[in-house]
């Protein structure tokens, strides 16, 4: 009997728990550094976008390291290491904002590996379990995460200094000693560097795939600082649980049904699905857009929608991301890309951020707006797409 599901179980324990130890803190580093640091809203939002540029982009530099140590280790060495820098963060009485953009960069590069070769020990395992339901099981991993992860956030923002970085270094070490699968993939170092040359399938998708990510920028990455304006932050918490509630209780289904629409590749169709997912994303924008107006019923109403249109493109791009893969190898494909998405993240998440912060509540509307019409675009861009694009079959994956 294959043990595919109690690995597949093991990797989502372990993502489950570095999500707490990530949303714990992140979404809250502008408002924490401005409270407890003294920095500006322009420099606090500059080192939450290095950070989430690092988080995605950073899986780029280190596939090559990923394919020689393999997934298990790397995974173990990334969480230890980004507890030692949450634990620098938390002890340090003063931080500038050079070093405090630094170390959230190294966290970010480090927290981007460990993403990839989760993602790429997923893609590893037997039969459905390496499709899109195991892409599915990280993505509801980390739903349940951001759940809880903003919860204690919110509960300790107005603690002392050292509170969120601390609990966030707890969680992320507790994730580095849960148990792993012991034969986590492991391929050929120089089959990675075949990264600078994705072919054109890839590198197209991967670029209308971005609008997407920046329409999360502003859904979850920015709600903190831009939504904190105008309503307490007990709602913007209860926000995200109502996201991860979502993605958690209906991945199963949704997953199910992509499945039987044509087996664990995702459906038939993937590329209609996704940009049917990206015309509700924008829905749910559209109506966050009317917070200043509609107050926390718009904000909750909008994240709502926003969720379900993260239950089909969540698992979708990271199955469509390994049929395009080519010849790169699995942790190749999936670092580029984080690369492109994490430009396309931090750079919205950051105007975001100082848009609102120089503008104030006024600009909230604006944010969410924009945001709307770039998912709005990526349905365009994905249906144009559509003819040229041709995926290549689950089975020539390289494993």
């Not at 500006?40 to 394919?67: C, E, H, K, Y």
């Amino acid at each position: 009997m294959s043990a595919a599901p109690s690995q597949l179980r093991q990797l989502v324990a372990v993502r489950a728990c570095s999500a707490v130890s990530y949303y714990a803190f992140t979404p809250f580093v502008p408002l924490w550094a401005e409270r407890h640091l003294d920095l500006s809203a322009v420099a606090a939002g500059g080192a939450l976008g290095l950070s989430l540029l690092a988080t995605r982009a950073g899986g780029l530099l280190l596939p090559p390291v990923i394919d020689a140590l393999g997934c298990t280790l790397s995974v173990r060495l990334s969480y230890c290491s980004i507890a030692v820098g949450y634990l620098v963060i938390a002890t340090q009485k003063s931080i500038g904002p050079v070093e405090l953009c630094v170390l959230f960069g190294l966290i970010g590069l480090l927290q981007s590996g460990s993403t990839v070769a989760l993602k790429a020990s997923v893609a590893s395992l037997a039969g459905e379990h390496g499709g899109v339901r195991g892409f599915a099981a990280l993505s509801m991993a980390v739903n349940a995460g951001s759940a809880a992860g903003p919860v204690l956030g919110a509960l300790l923002l107005g603690s002392r200094q050292f509170a969120l970085p601390a609990l966030a270094a707890a969680t992320v070490a507790t994730a580095a000693v849960l148990p792993l699968p012991a034969n986590a993939v492991r391929q050929r170092v120089e089959r990675s560097f075949r990264l600078a040359v994705p072919g054109r399938q890839l590198a197209g998708f991967l670029l209308v795939a971005s609008l997407t990510w920046a329409g999360y920028a502003a859904a979850l990455d920015a709600m903190p600082t831009a939504a904190g304006l105008l309503v307490d932050q007990r709602v913007v918490a209860l926000a995200f649980g109502l996201n991860a509630l979502v993605v958690v209780a209906g991945q199963p289904a949704v997953t199910g049904w992509l499945i039987r629409r044509g087996g664990p590749s995702g459906g038939r169709h993937p590329i209609r699905a996704l940009a049917l997912a990206n015309l509700v994303a924008a829905g749910g924008l559209s109506v966050i857009a009317a917070l200043p107006w509609a107050g926390p019923a718009a904000l909750l109403t909008g994240v709502l929608i926003f969720s379900a249109s993260e239950l089909i493109w969540g698992p979708l791009y990271d199955s469509e991301t390994l049929a395009r893969a080519g010849r790169l190898s699995t942790a190749a494909a999936f670092g580029l890309a984080g690369c492109v998405f994490g430009v396309a993240e931090s750079g919205a998440a950051w105007t975001a951020i100082a848009i609102v912060g120089n503008g104030g509540a006024s600009r909230v509307a604006t944010v969410f707006g924009a945001a709307g019409i770039a998912t709005v675009l990526a349905a365009v861009l994905l249906m144009a797409l559509r003819s040229a694009v041709v995926a290549r079959p689950t089975s020539e994956v390289r494993r």
